[in-house]
């Protein structure tokens, strides 16, 4: 049964990307993750036909849903068994395009929705480097006005699209003086302008498809129209869109797990051992069955937090808890679905090796289960 | 030029099916889909009303339920839908089911019908054809492609060995196979307009077609199990064995 927060709309869109994926992405994973990238055709389609407008405003080109949405298209992308291909649109639709479309000036919003929402622009976000990852107010990267802009010098490590993205979110001190959470701004940087460059991409033990670069400021002027927003709020617009993003990511996660589970399902509902099926054990049925659970349980959480934003209620609490616990149950899922496919599990031929490997990252990425549960310890 | 088109809203496979205890019929969820086959008429019937800035009606029977399955055809860009539902066309065989979409359709204004060859949940295949006699309208079948003239409709209707060229006058009823046209996906816009698209509600009283029952489903069983399958070993003539094999099952 579909749950309490997906009304019809949401269940019409949830047909349309499940159709998506299972004809357009699903077919292609194996070749994008071998080549280390999905192809920019496949953004373009997917602007086209509004994927990424889900959150941005009707009069810039989007539909301007809210966070279920973007919590159920996650999780329908996740289902696509290649997390490097999904977390290219999501990092897109719910890291990056939030900053404009959340804390832009009217003209940067004019400016940069309309080619979010079609795929034109695709956008990353910058705000880790090599010694600041789970403590952003550690960044290094400084900003100093130069006559009517600015100028950025710093590195930026883990930058998801980095490599190719139109435009990159980077954050820097704009306020070396002050604490961290008082100095940081949000700069759009795009993509050609001089001084700025990806100095590498980093090789991974998943997410194959996506692209993950190390960049490199050096002197990078941008006009003052680039500093989205307003200076030195870049701390708080980081911590706010902080909470969409722990969601999406766990969007994937869960349509991963789940995905995952079915096809272990089916695959021990073949696989005979000892003359029977293996399902047929209770050992194996029984895990396969808890796992489910922490699934479902993990989903409804997930929601809930999502309309609990929605409604404009504090989520800080729910979120954090479904980033540290679905993570985890991420983790526990894929494990057990290696498990159970014994051997085949471990070859790099069978689709839940891949699956096994990109989801090591949901319990690191966007929040560290460690740290996560000190936001929610916070909050008992 | 306008067109109506017939679709069907079915169970979701990826679900397993409910059948009713005593009639065996198959219960239908409020939450169903279009059926697949469905989207190539549906798309059929948009490139060619959009060649001649034409209209596109879908006309569906069965449960409306949440009409989730008609909006995805709605949401394709298809511009209003006629629903036909009525507890006593429950258990409705295929000349009822033909009577009852050919007495909607005959109300329209339209120069082709377009339907699929089969639905997924019925498998009956004589619809199509049933809906043309009724309208008195001819029946183009199978068709692998479909282009439209002043008044005239030309196919390629598939059969074993390839294709014939068929063509008659309009109006006419057309079924396409499943490949005909490469649907388009609905855009997430399309999908948010959809709703604000008019779904006009039928019964069997409006159309003035009455259930004639004629059929009792007497039984169900299970498909048998697919036989392991069969290997050749090749001391140097297996492929005349293979190449038999398959020109047995009509394969080459
Ligand atoms: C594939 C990939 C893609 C990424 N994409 C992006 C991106 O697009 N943009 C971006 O800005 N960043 C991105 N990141 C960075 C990511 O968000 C960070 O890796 C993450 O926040 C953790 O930071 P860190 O790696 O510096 O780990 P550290 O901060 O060094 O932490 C290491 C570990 O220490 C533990 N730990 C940390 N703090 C605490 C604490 N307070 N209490 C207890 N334990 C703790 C946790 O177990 C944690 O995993 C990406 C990372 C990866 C691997």
Redesign the pocket.
């Given at each position: 049964m579909r749950s309490i927060y997906i009304d019809d709309d949401l269940e019409a869109i949830r047909l349309n990307v499940r159709d998506f994926v299972e004809r357009e992405i699903l077919p292609n994973v194996e070749t994008w993750e071998a080549e280390r990238a999905v192809p920019r055709e496949l953004l373009n389609e997917m602007g086209k036909l509004g994927f990424f407008g889900l959150r941005i405003p009707e009069e810039y080109g989007g539909i301007g849903l809210g966070h279920v949405a973007s919590l159920l298209f996650a999780e329908e992308l996740g289902r696509c068994t290649s997390g490097g291909t999904a977390i290219t649109a999501v990092?897109h639709t719910d890291?990056a395009t939030p900053y404009v479309t959340n804390f832009g000036l009217r003209e940067q919003k004019e400016h940069f929705l309309p080619k979010f929402a079609s795929g034109e622009m695709i956008t990353?976000?910058?705000?880790?480097e090599s010694d600041?990852?789970?403590?952003v107010q550690a960044i290094r990267t400084v900003a100093r006005p130069d006559g009517d802009g600015w100028v950025i010098n710093g590195s930026?490590?883990?930058?998801?699209?980095?490599g190719f993205a139109d435009v990159v979110f980077i954050a820097a001190k704009t306020n070396p003086e002050v604490k961290g959470s008082r100095g940081i701004s949000i700069f759009a940087v795009e993509k050609g302008t001089e001084g700025f460059s990806a100095s590498r991409a980093?090789d991974?033990m998943g997410?194959h498809a996506?692209d993950?670069a190390e960049l490199v400021l050096a002197d990078v002027w941008v006009p003052q129209t680039n500093l989205i927003g307003e200076e030195n709020q870049g701390f708080y617009y980081i911590m706010h869109n902080f909470q969409n993003e722990r969601l999406a990511v766990m969007g994937l996660a869960l349509g991963e797990a789940q995905k995952a589970l079915e096809l272990t399902v089916a695959y021990v509902k073949e696989r005979k051992a000892f003359g029977k099926p293996l399902w047929d054990k209770q050992a194996v049925r029984h895990r396969l069955a808890m796992r489910q659970a922490e699934v479902d349980a993990g989903r409804e959480l997930a929601y809930k937090a999502a309309w609990m934003m929605d409604q404009g209620m504090d989520a800080v609490r729910e979120v954090s808890e479904v980033k540290a616990f679905v993570g985890e149950v991420d983790n526990r899922v894929m494990y057990d679905c290696v498990q159970f496919h014994g051997g085949m599990g471990f070859a790099a031929e069978s689709i839940i090796e891949r699956m096994y490997r990109d989801a090591r990252?949901a319990s690191?990425?966007?929040?560290?289960?460690?740290?996560m549960l000190?936001y929610a310890a916070k909050r008992l | 030029m306008n067109v109506v088109v017939c679709v069907k809203q079915i169970p979701d496979p990826a679900t397993p099916y409910k059948l009713e205890e005593g009639t065996s019929w198959l219960i239908r969820p409020e939450d169903q889909v279009l059926d697949d086959t469905d989207r190539y008429g549906v798309e059929m019937g948009l490139q060619l009303a959009q060649e001649s800035e034409g209209t596109v009606t879908l006309v569906s029977m069965g449960p409306t339920g949440n009409a989730q399955g008609i909006r995805q055809a709605l949401a394709m860009g298809a511009d209003r839908a006629i629903m036909i539902e009525d507890d006593g066309l429950r258990g409705s065989d295929a000349l009822t089911t033909a009577r009852v979409l050919a007495a909607a359709i005959s109300s329209e204004a339209f120069d082709l019908v377009i339907t699929g060859t089969e639905s997924t949940d019925g498998y009956s295949g004589v619809v199509p054809q049933m809906i043309a006699e009724l309208l008195g309208a001819p029946a183009l079948t199978y068709a692998t492609k479909v282009e439209v003239g002043d008044g005239v409709v030309t196919i390629h209707r598939q059969t074993a060995a390839g294709y014939d060229v068929v063509t008659s006058s309009t109006p006419a009823v057309v079924s396409v196979t499943a490949g005909v046209v490469e649907p388009r996906y609905p855009t997430f816009k399309g999908i948010m307009d959809a709703k604000k698209k008019p779904i006009e509600n039928k019964t069997m009283s409006d159309l003035g077609v009455e259930n004639r029952l004629a059929q009792e489903v007497a039984k169900i069983t299970n498909a048998p199990e697919r036989e392991a399958g069969r290997r050749i070993e090749d001391e140097g003539d297996a492929h005349t064995e293979i190449v038999a094999l398959l020109e047995d099952r009509k394969v080459i």
């Open positions: 990092v890291l990353a976000i910058g705000v880790t600041a990852g789970s403590d930026k490590m883990f930058i998801t699209n980095g980093i991974k997410w996506s993950t990252i690191i990425g966007g929040g560290a289960t460690e740290v000190d | -």
